[in-house]
């Protein structure tokens, strides 16, 4: 076992969008997919949540692409742990083609107990085991957990998406992925690029299995786009894309 995990595979015709690239959320399921695989090999990833009951939740997430990746194209991820402390871990991504980065990427994770859907610790003997990578490399956000992000106005352009079962994980909750598709949909829809070289996101809330469907809201902000997944009256995520 290794403090890095490397996770290689190559885009397929469906996960490329009209453009011939990756859709955002395929992009992201390749980074969660390296996720959890490591985490499994240390006993903290999925395979063990039947019978522990509890299971890491993505809370932050930023990452700066040069380019998006192409269909056919050979690619490898890499990722490491840079520390779990009380109920959080911090994980690094790396994407690559080749000699070429295309990613960086910072993330935050919280351990939930998914019983009462509340924060708990990760258990020290797990914590104390599951090894720190990156061999020094500073981490591509290392402000992540201090980032606040404020929403669009209400009256913000909103585009709704349809919430579908596939959405939905072994955590029951929609899965942080979805959310990715959520945006670029309303991009798309709104005539703003839907391949943003980079994306901060904050989770506030789950948004429950039996969801229909949700607001995404969009506001200018200079260079930026400020952005909001939302149903009802509180929203689900925020974050920015430029």
């Known amino acids: 076992m290794s403090n890095e995990y490397n996770l290689e595979t190559t885009v397929r015709f469906s996960e ?49 692409l040069t380019r998006y990746p ?11 742990s840079t520390g779990v402390r009380g109920f959080r871990g911090y994980r690094e991504f790396r994407l690559f083609s080749g000699a070429e980065q295309l990613l960086a990427g910072s993330s935050l994770w919280l351990w939930i107990d998914l019983r009462t859907r ?23 956000q290392p402000d992540l957990e201090k980032r606040r992000f404020a929403a669009p106005e209400p009256a913000a352009p909103a585009t709704a998406v349809t919430v579908r079962y596939s959405d939905c994980d072994a955590n029951s909750h929609v899965n942080n992925t979805a959310y990715y598709d959520y945006l670029q949909t309303a991009l798309a829809r709104q005539g703003r690029s839907a391949h943003p070289l980079k994306l901060e996101l904050q989770f506030l809330r789950e948004i429950p299995p039996r969801t229909d469907t949700v607001q995404v809201r969009l506001e200018p902000r200079g260079d930026a786009t400020a952005f909001a ?10 974050g920015e894309v430029a």
């Open 16 to 64: 490329v969008d009209r453009d011939q690239v990756m859709l955002l959320p395929a992009l992201f399921q390749l980074l969660q997919e390296a996720a959890i695989r490591h985490a499994d090999m240390y006993g903290v990833g999925a395979r063990g949540i039947a019978e522990r009951g509890t299971s890491w939740v993505l809370n932050r997430l930023a990452v700066g």
């Open 70 to 80: 192409r269909r056919d194209e050979t690619l490898r991820v890499e990722t490491w």
């Open 118 to 140: 509340m924060l708990t610790r990760v258990p020290a003997e797990l914590a104390e085991t599951f090894p720190v990578g990156g061999g020094g490399k500073v981490p591509y």
């Open 229 to 238: 997944v939302g149903g009802g009256e509180a929203d689900y995520a925020v």
